[in-house]
C-alpha cells in the first residue's frame, strides 16, 4: 500500500512535468506562429469582458471587482459533466457533498452555506434563480452547459448592485442566443448508466433571434459503501442491511431565449427527480426521494439613450414545487420490537411538500453623464410567497406528543400510521405559508480619474467606483450595502485594485417559518446576516500571452444565522484571510494553459461560553474546507481534428472541527478524527472534430488515477465520511448543422 501511495505521488509529479514541459513545447511553437497570431490578446482568446462587475461591459481587468471568465468552448473542451466540474477550476472554489441531500455544497474562501447554498448569487442571463427557499438549491448540480456562451464570477460580495444571497461571490451563467453558434443534436453516456441526449436550436434572421434547447438526463448515480452511519452501533436505531448510496437521479431541462429588435423573451423549466444518498438521520437507507421543479419567464425590453447608455424594463415570474418523502430510518429500524405497527419492508418516512414563487419587475440603466463619469442605477419590487405547504409520513416526526383521529402518538418510540402515508398538515404542518414584499433602489458611479484630471504620465487607468444599495423587506426590516473599488493600471502590463464592499443575506422562508421540526424551528425574528470584504489584487502581463495576478482577501462575517438549542438564531460569527495566485496563458483559440491556487485561514469567532464551564471558545477553525488546494491544465489540438485537455485538481487535507467541548474532566475537541486525505483528481478529454463535417466526438474520463478520496460528514454520524466515485468516463457524440 505505501509503494502505491509512492507511486500515486511520481505519477501526480510526472503529470505535472509534463504539463510544465508542455508550455514550453507551445510557447516555442508559438514564436513561428504568424504577427498577426501572435497579436491576438488574452481578452480575444478567452472573451473576458464582463459585465456582471458593473452591469456595463469593461474587462477582468478594469472591472472592479476579482473576477474570472471562463468560456463555453473551454467547458466543451474540457468535457466537463457539470457546473460543480467548471467551478472547482476556479480560484478560491471548494467544493464537497452535503451528505444528506443530494447536492453539492459550494464554498468560496473556506466560507459556504449550512445548506442549499444560499449564499452564493446563482443567474442565468442576470435572473437570478432564488424561488426556492431563496436559494438556487439544486442547479449546482443539473444547470446545462451546452447552451453556455460564458460565465462570470465575482469572488467576494456583490449585494451592492444584486441584494441578497450575494453574499460570498456570484456566478452569471450567459446562455447563447440565435445565432451564436449552428443547431446540434447530441447524446452523452458513461459510467452509472448515464445518459443524457440534447439538442439545441439556433436561428437568426435580420432583427428576430431565436435559440432553443432541450435535454434528458438520466443515472443510477455512484453506489460507493458507507462502512458506518447514525444508527451503527445505537441501542434504538437498527443499521441497515445494504451499504450501498442511492444516488440516482433523472431529470430534463427547456431553456430558451427570444429576441426581436430590443424586446427579448427568455425562459427556463426543469424537472428533476432525486435520490437522497444517506437519510435525514444520517443513517443509510435506499428510499428517499425528492421531486423538484423549477420554471420561469423573463419579459424585457432594451432602450439605447443616443449613444450614451441603455434603458432596460423586465417583468418575471418564477414558480417551484418541492416535494420530498425521505427515509429517515430503514426498514431494519422500523422492524425493532421498540418501533410499533411498521409493515414489513416500509421504512420510517417524512415527506415535506410546498410551492414557491417570485414574481416583481426592475427598471435600470446605465449613462455617460459626463466624459470620465459612468452611472448606473436601479429600482426593483419582488413579491415571494410559500404556499400549499403539506406535510406527509407514516409515524409522528414532529419531536412532540401528536394525536391523530381521535389516536395518540408519542414522539418516540416510533409508532406507525395505520393508513401509511398520511396527511398530517392539519394537525403538525412543517411550515406556515408566507408571504414577503422587497422593495431595492441602487445606484453605482464608475469616475475616471485619469480622464477627468488629463493624467498621462505614469496612468494607463485610474478609476474609483462607488456603489450603494437599499432593500427593504416587509418581514425582515432593511439592509444598506455599500462598495468601492479602485482600479490603477500604471501601464498596460500592470494592474492593481483595491476593493471593499459589504454583503447581506436575508433570512429565507426555511429559518423563519419552520416549526414542528425535532431538528429546530424557525425564528420569525431573524435578522439578515451581513458580511464585509476587503481585496487587494496585483496583476501582471508577463508578456501579451501570459497574464498572472495575486489576489489578497480579508472576510469578515456576523450574525450568520445558526441552530442555537433548537432554534434559528443570527448568533455566527466567521473570519477568513487568504490568498489567491491566477496565472494563464493563451496563444490561439486551442492553445492554452493556466494554473492556481489559493491559501486560506478561516476561522469561527462566534466566542460562545462552552456548556458545563464558565470558559469561553475561543476563536477555533470550523472545519471541512482545505487549507491549501489547487489547479492546472492544459489544452492542445494535436492536428486540426484533434484536442486533448488534462486538469489536475489538489486538494490538501480537510482538517476536523476545532472546536471544544467539557467530557466531565478535561476540555476536549467534539471531532476528534485525523483529518481527511489530501487528493489529487486528474481529469482528461480527447475531442474529435469534423473528421467527419459536423460530426464532433468526445471522450472524456474522470479521476484517471482512480483516486480515492471522500468528503467530510461535520456531523460526525458518518465516521469515514462520505466516499467519492474513482475512475469514470462519459463519451459524446454530435451533429451540428
Known sequence: MKSLGI??????????????????????????????????????????????????????????????????????????????????????????????????????????????????????????????YGSAYLHFNTLPLDNIKKIEIIRGPGSAL???????????????????????????????????????????????????????????????IIES???????????????????????????????????????????????????????????GELDSLYAYGELGYRMTLADKGHLLFRAFYDYAHYEAYFEVFPEETAEMEIHTGFPPGEGIHAGPHSDMSVRGGEISGDYELYPGIQLTAGTSYEYSDMFQVRHYANYNDTGSPLELNGIPYSDFPYKYFPGGKTDISDVANWAEDAERNVVAVYGQGI????????????????????GLRYDDYDDVGSSTTPRFGLVYAPTEKIWLKGLYGKAFRAPGFLELYTKNNPGGVGNKDAEPEKITTLEGQIGCDFAKNIRGSLTFFSVESNDLIQYAEGVYENVGNMEAIGVEADFKMAFDKYKYAYCNFTWQDVKNTRHEIIEGTTQTQGDFYPGGTPEFYGNIGLNYDLSEYMITNISLNYIGKRKRSEEKMWDGEKLVFIDNREATDSCTLFNASLTFRN??????????GFNLFNEDYRYPDMSTAIQNDMPRPGRTFMTRVSYSF
Open 447 to 466: 469616475f475616471d480619474i485619469k480622464a477627468l484630471l488629463s493624467l498621462e504620465k505614469g496612468v494607463e487607468n485610474l478609476s474609483f467606483t462607488a
Open 229 to 287: 452511519d447514525a444508527a451503527t452501533d445505537s441501542p434504538i436505531f437498527a443499521p441497515s442491511a445494504s451499504r450501498e448510496m442511492t444516488s440516482g437521479k433523472e431529470y430534463y431541462t427547456f431553456q430558451t431565449n427570444i429576441s426581436y429588435d430590443e424586446f427579448y423573451f427568455s425562459g427556463f423549466f426543469q424537472k428533476l427527480d432525486f435520490e437522497n444518498p444517506v437519510g435525514l438521520a444520517n443513517a443509510l437507507t435506499d428510499e
Open 691 to 700: 473528421f467527419i463535417k459536423g460530426i464532433e466526438l468526445q471522450v472524456s
Open 7 to 132: 507511486l500515486k505521488k511520481l505519477s501526480v509529479l510526472t503529470v505535472l512535468a509534463v504539463l510544465i514541459l508542455s508550455f514550453q513545447v507551445v510557447a516555442e511553437e508559438q514564436e513561428l506562429k504568424t504577427e498577426e497570431l501572435i497579436k491576438m490578446s488574452l481578452e480575444e482568446l478567452l472573451d473576458t469582458d464582463v459585465s456582471v462587475a458593473t452591469k456595463t461591459k469593461m474587462t477582468a481587468q478594469e472591472a472592479p471587482s476579482i473576477v474570472s471568465v471562463i468560456s463555453g468552448e473551454e467547458i466543451r473542451n474540457m468535457g466537463a459533466r457539470d457546473i460543480i466540474d467548471v467551478l472547482r477550476t476556479v480560484p478560491g472554489f471548494d467544493i464537497s457533498h452535503r451528505i444528506v441531500y443530494p447536492d453539492h455544497k459550494v464554498n468560496i474562501r473556506g466560507m459556504g452555506s449550512s445548506s442549499m447554498n444560499d449564499k452564493i448569487k446563482l443567474m442565468i442571463n442576470g435572473h437570478s434563480m432564488q424561488a426556492q
Open 162 to 224: 444584486y441584494g441578497t444571497g450575494a453574499f460570498l461571490g456570484v456566478i452569471n451563467v450567459i446562455t447563447k442566443q440565435g445565432g451564436d453558434d449552428p443547431s446540434e443534436i447530441s447524446v452523452q453516456g458513461g459510467t452509472f448508466e448515464t445518459i443524457k441526449p440534447y439538442g439545441e436550436f439556433s436561428y437568426k434572421k435580420d432583427n428576430v433571434k431565436a435559440y432553443l434547447y432541450a435535454d434528458y438526463h438520466t443515472t443510477d448515480g455512484y453506489d460507493g
